[in-house]
């Protein structure tokens, strides 16, 4: 009762101190504010505004004075979060000492889906183009030079020639530069149809034998537009009959036997030195179903063609033709392989290689070359039209550890825009073997960026690359302009990573915003609600020479009760919460608060609180996206 009393009599003592002033509550205080409820009790819990808890009422109040300060200060009108468990993202944005006034910050931007010339080939993690090129538009003027350190598939780059800047992209992968600069490159179109033609006629005169099926209607030759194996075995089979047009078919004693012809052809061939595909090993990282060889992923029937295909196209002289249409080769790779999951009844093919890894479905789908190719030979025209008028000169790509920026002058870059790599997410290089190999690209796997523990790369390792990378970064940008980056992971260890490696660099945060994305990826396609559905996009400035750095102190305090606390206030707010949503909303506050690890210095399990303190519990929906997942407090 005393604790009680004492506590009380504080609370009207820090009163009587503001007799003056007007308390108001949290709704009053989000409608000044133009923001939600929910973000009025986000930013008091980071302690961006006081709040006064009353003894009388045990309800939060404000001093009207201070949350007026506060819009004044900080507020910018562009946080518009809400508190239902819609689709659309909480546009979170935390405004931080812009010095730059020419610089507006950026709001989420509505994500577009990507144009055709993104489409030509694919590449994991592409960002919305149409963010990008807002990013690059905001930062920068015409004739400035925009850099990514990390391109992948050069679209930072690309959107930054495409608005009149220098491109410059730099990746430790071959194929990220390969299909940068296919992406772009000066071909003449008809030339290039007219030679893959060719080309195709020829391989298809001499290997279309290869598909040959029956008609079980009229008994006739046909040929397999996609075959389907269940457990190694030929089991239906998809043809196309000169009389009677489409078939479906169980597979019968005859395309078993022509396959078997198949294996000891291809035997023959390998004896005479007459084939080449890749026989790489591949990385353990990326290996699933038992696969431990690139060719492990094709069909003998498939390694026969593609092999001769390859060598007719090796044969161009003209080099610009040669390397597009390797470029169709590639691209066409994935869908001619064994990781595309079969619809056994009506023997066709689902959407392939969704999973970022060497996965063979046991039901999978073998697909006609001769079709595929010519389906990404029209793919590539559409893509390669749109780009017919923009100013291909200002782009450059260097295939180069990012770490070592030697070809970069000090001071040198107007605005940097990248995703780096995020720990032990998606592995680019490995996956890209599946393309390298058959361009028999050498591959720099030593000095990759990543958390690989089958290659003793680990958190350490990771951390020590990515301090190397900013330090660069901040060596080649002008003082007094910024770097944008991409972030989409859970693992503190790897956020602490980043964050300790842009700070040491010497950067300064400016805002932090939580980005829509314009596709799913393959795992959100399968679980969309209980996976990120969106990068936190921060923004660096490298300060002027002479500046002081705005680096805030740690605050002492115990890191995991403080996150718990957070959590505990999340899942209170809305009772349930999908893991997207909480995600969404706790990690700008441990940014904010950079509250990674605890006081023995290991990385926080989020995880383990959730576990530990709350119940994951299925929700049965009838919406399209099936069943889910939320968290909500233990009963």
């Known amino acids: 009762m005393l604790l009680v009393f004492l506590k009380g009599l504080i609370d009207l003592l820090r009163i009587s101190e503001v007799s003056n002033e007007e308390f108001i509550g949290t709704k009053e205080a989000a409608s000044i504010l133009g923001v939600s409820q929910s973000t009025v009790r986000r930013l008091a819990n980071i302690g961006k505004i006081r709040c006064y808890t009353l003894q009388h009422n045990n309800y939060r109040k404000f001093k009207l004075t201070e949350i007026m300060m506060f819009k004044k200060e900080n507020v910018k009108n562009n946080d518009q979060s809400t508190d239902d468990e819609s689709n659309t993202l909480p546009q979170l944005t935390f405004n931080l000492d812009f010095s730059d006034s020419k610089k507006k910050s950026l709001k989420n931007i509505s994500a577009k889906s990507h144009p055709a010339h993104y489409l030509m080939h694919k590449y994991w993690g592409r960002k919305p183009h149409n963010v990008v090129a807002g990013y690059i538009e905001n930062y920068t003027n015409p004739g400035d030079t925009v850099l990514d350190p990390f391109a992948g598939s050069g679209m930072t780059p690309i959107e930054a020639i495409k608005l009149n800047r220098r491109g410059i992209g730099v990746d430790i992968n071959p194929m990220s530069k390969f299909i940068a600069l296919n992406t772009v490159s000066d071909v003449d179109l008809d030339k290039y149809k007219s030679i893959a033609h060719t080309i195709l006629v020829e391989v298809s005169q001499k290997y279309n034998r290869l598909y040959e099926t029956t008609c079980p209607v009229c008994k006739s030759i046909g040929h397999i537009e996609t075959a389907i194996w269940e457990n190694g075995k030929l089991v ?14 169980d597979a019968d004693q005859q395309d078993q036997q022509l396959y078997e012809t198949v294996l000891r052809e291809k035997l023959e061939l390998d004896a005479e030195g007459k084939l080449f595909y890749p026989k790489d090993k ?249 996976t990120l559905t969106g990068d936190f996009v921060y923004t660096l400035r490298k300060p002027n020479p002479n500046e002081v750095n705005g680096h805030k102190k740690q605050k002492n305090r115990n890191n995991l009760e403080f996150l718990k606390e957070q959590i505990s206030t999340i899942i209170m707010e809305s009772e349930t919460i999908t893991p997207s949503k909480l995600y969404e909303k706790l990690i700008p506050r441990v940014v904010e608060e ?42």
């Open 282 to 530: 591949v990385l353990k990282y990326v290996k699933r179903s038992g696969k431990e060889s690139i060719d492990e992923l094709f069909t003998s029937r498939a390694l026969i063609i593609l092999s001769y295909l390859r060598k007719r196209i090796f044969e161009i002289e003209d080099l610009e033709i040669r390397n597009l249409l390797l470029f169709t080769f590639t691209s066409m790779l994935a869908n001619v392989s064994n990781m595309l999951p079969g619809d056994k009844e009506r023997a066709t093919y689902k959407s392939g290689w969704v999973i970022s890894k060497f996965w063979t479905p046991k039901v999978h789908t073998e697909r006609n070359i001769f079709h595929c190719f010519k389906l990404r030979m029209r793919a590539i025209v559409k893509g390669k039209n749109e780009l017919s008028n923009i100013p291909k000169g200002l782009l450059s790509y260097e295939n180069q550890d990012s770490s070592n920026l030697y070809f970069l002058e000090n001071n040198s870059i107007d605005y940097i825009f990248t995703d780096p790599p995020y720990g032990e997410s998606i592995a680019y290089l490995a996956l890209s073997q599946f393309w390298n190999s058959w361009l028999n690209n050498e591959v720099d796997y030593e000095n990759e960026i990543i958390v690989d523990s089958y290659r003793n790369k680990d958190y350490v390792d990771y951390a020590q690359r990515m301090r190397n990378t900013f330090k660069e970064l901040y060596r080649v940008l002008k003082p007094n302009h910024y770097l944008s980056f991409t972030f989409h992971n859970r693992d503190l260890n790897v956020w602490k990573s980043v964050i300790d490696a842009y700070k040491e660099a010497g950067f300064i945060l400016q805002e932090v915003i939580l980005q829509e994305q314009a596709v799913s990826s393959g795992t959100q396609g399968i679980n969309k609600i209980n």
């Open 594 to 635: 950079e509250c990674y690890f605890d006081e023995k210095g290991k990385a926080i399990d989020i995880e383990k609180i959730l576990k530990e303190n709350y119940q994951y519990t299925k929700v049965d929906s009838n919406m399209k996206l099936g069943d889910y997942y939320v968290w909500k407090i233990k009963k």
């Open 236 to 249: 239906r089979i998809k043809g196309k009959c000169i009389n009677d047009g489409t078939f479906v078919k």
